[in-house]
């Protein structure tokens, strides 16, 4: 999860301000979730794909171990 989030607002081009306030979150909380010591909500994280043109499943579905 943590690096599918930062490698999608990377290619976006957006700083971890910039997505927060298009979010409306703050900057500490997108980098908590970036390194995984936070759960967002079911609405942020929604939002979080919205903005990121990407699905849930593609920034927070954590692959199974094989």
């Known amino acids: ?38 759960n967002p909500s079911l609405n942020l994280c929604i939002a979080i794909a919205k903005e990121l043109d990407k699905t849930l499943d593609d920034l927070f579905w954590e692959d199974e171990l094989s």
């Not at 989030?5 to 081009?13: E, P, T």
């Not at 957006?14 to 703050?26: G, I």
């Open 1 to 38: 999860m943590v690096n599918k989030l930062k490698s999608a607002r990377v290619q976006k081009g957006f700083t971890q301000e910039q997505l927060a306030k298009r979010v409306n979150a703050t900057r500490q909380t997108i980098g908590l979730i970036e390194k995984g010591k936070y």
